[in-house]
T-cell receptor, first 112, second 111 residues
Framework: RKEVEQDPGPFNVPEGATVAFNCTYS??????FFWYRQDCRKEPKLLMS???SGNEDGRFTAQLNRASQYISLLIRDSKLSDSATYLC?????????????FGKGTKLSVKP | EAQVTQNPRYLITVTGKKLTVTCSQN?????MSWYRQDPGLGLRQIYY???????DKGDVPEGYKVSRKEKRNFPLILESPSPNQTSLYFC??????????FGPGTRLLVL
């Protein structure tokens, strides 16, 4: 089983739709979790950290389920500008601050 | 403005010709990292550094070297580039909360 797995998509949704991505991780002792956004040919940018209690930032909600070893990202009221690839990132057990594992990303395309 | 800079942004070279990609950050972060990104393989870590003069291998270190003589700089060195090192390279600087700030990327083509 790969360390961090994501559905590659693409997810094609209309504007205004709600879309959810899941990401599973293999190491139950993983410590930190993040969602990054990457636009085509650009650098990844931090979207949000994921906390055990779940957290929300505007239209974006992130959840962590340690028992099932997955994290999720929910985007409400999708905008055209949300079109990007969303990367799930996990800090492995025993890893240093600099050692992070990236999923391959889920591509989202929001259509008019 | 907090930023990570990389140079060059684009590079075409030939097999065996040594090259260095520079990376610099102005956030005083202790941790820095190098990644390569290839279609279908995602981002893979090459090396990372925990502080000056402290580095460690990531997932794909073969064919690469790094150095960390100063806190702000973390150059990536390809002593003898090969075509399989053609890729998009990202440098990242990592905050104490483990948020990563990426440079704009370097597109390398090795002929």
């Amino acid at each position: 089983r790969k360390e961090v797995e994501q559905d590659p998509g693409p997810f094609n949704v209309p504007e205004g739709a709600t879309v959810a991505f899941n990401c599973t991780y293999s190491n139950s002792a993983s410590q930190s979790f993040f969602w990054y956004r990457q636009d085509c040919r650009k650098e990844p940018k931090l979207l949000m950290s994921v906390y055990s209690s779940g957290n929300e930032d505007g239209r974006f909600t992130a959840q962590l389920n340690r028992a099932s070893q997955y994290i999720s990202l929910l985007i409400r009221d999708s905008k055209l500008s949300d079109s990007a690839t969303y990367l799930c990132v996990v800090t492995p057990y025993g890893g240093s601050q600099g050692n992070l594992i990236f999923g391959k990303g889920t591509k989202l395309s929001v259509k008019p | 403005e907090a930023q990570v800079t990389q140079n060059p942004r684009y590079l075409i070279t030939v097999t065996g010709k040594k090259l260095t990609v520079t990376c610099s950050q102005n956030m005083n972060h202790e941790y820095m990292s190098w990644y390569r990104q290839d279609p279908g393989l995602g981002l893979r870590q090459i090396y990372y550094s925990m502080n000056v003069e402290v580095t460690d291998k990531g997932d794909v270190p073969e064919g690469y070297k790094v150095s960390r003589k100063e806190k702000r700089n973390f150059p990536l060195i390809l002593e003898s580039p090969s075509p399989n090192q053609t890729s998009l390279y990202f440098c990242a600087s990592i905050s104490s909360s483990r948020s990563q700030y990426f440079g704009p990327g370097t597109r390398l083509l090795v002929l």
